[in-house]
Every structure is written in structure tokens, then in C-alpha cells.
């Protein structure tokens, strides 16, 4: 079950709460994701500087495609940067940082898919606990 949470007054919520008590997806969200697993669509992120590689290397084993902003040479960018290139490319942003929580700096509008992890200590086995 993915909690619920609040955090600088932005709402975060347990997705599977979104249809709950609803009609459920529209034929189009169902057409979609049908179209993605026919296709076998690979989910496509950008891992900011404070990523950790291990979840990197674990997302690709998965079979996401993980780019690095050390890959595209924009190590030491403004987290705006960061946002701005996924939703250009298409990708998910996964980040440790919270600041993208702020919803004055990241409105959901202009960066829709943005995962911000918690891994506690950061090491190797409060990771993979996870």
C-alpha cells in the first residue's frame, strides 16, 4: 500500500484512494495503459545528483531506463533545470531531494511526474529494506 502523505501544504495521496468510491478509469486511461503493455513501454527516468546509483542500477534490472543528469552534463543545475529537461524528454524525475515538494516552485502542472524517495540513512541495506 502506498501511505498518504502531507508535506508543504502540498497533498500527497494514496492513488489507489483516486477511484475508490469512483467509477473508475476512463476508457482512455484503460486504452492507454493497454497500449503501453502491448508495446511493452519501458518507463524512461532522470535520476538527479542525489539519486542513489544502487536504486538506479535496481530500476534498470526492472527494466526502466534510468539517465543520469551526470550523463547529460547538467551536474550542479538548478533543480528547475532538472524538472524542466524530464517533462522536455518525457521523463520520470526521481529525486531524494524534497524541495521538489514544494508545489510553489513545482507545480503539478508543469512537472507531472516527479518521485520523490525517502531511503532513511541512504545506505545499502536501508535501501534494499525498503
Not at 38 to 60: M, S
Amino acid at each position: 500500500m502506498i501511505p498518504s502523505y502531507y508535506s508543504l501544504g502540498m497533498p500527497w495521496v494514496n492513488v489507489g484512494d483516486l477511484y475508490r468510491g469512483e467509477k473508475g478509469p476512463s476508457e482512455r486511461e484503460i486504452a492507454q495503459v493497454l497500449d503501453y503493455a502491448r508495446r511493452r513501454a519501458k518507463p524512461r527516468f532522470l535520476a538527479d545528483e542525489n539519486f542513489p546509483p544502487l536504486v538506479g542500477r535496481i530500476l534498470e534490472g526492472r527494466g526502466g531506463r534510468v539517465t543520469t543528469v551526470q550523463e547529460i552534463k547538467r551536474r550542479g543545475h538548478p533543480d528547475e533545470n532538472h524538472a524542466a529537461y524530464a517533462l522536455a524528454h518525457g521523463l520520470i524525475l526521481v529525486t531524494c531531494d524534497r524541495d521538489y515538494l514544494d508545489e510553489r516552485r513545482f507545480p503539478l502542472i508543469h512537472c507531472p511526474a516527479i518521485v520523490v524517495f525517502d531511503f532513511g540513512s541512504g545506505n545499502w541495506r536501508d535501501t534494499l529494506s525498503l
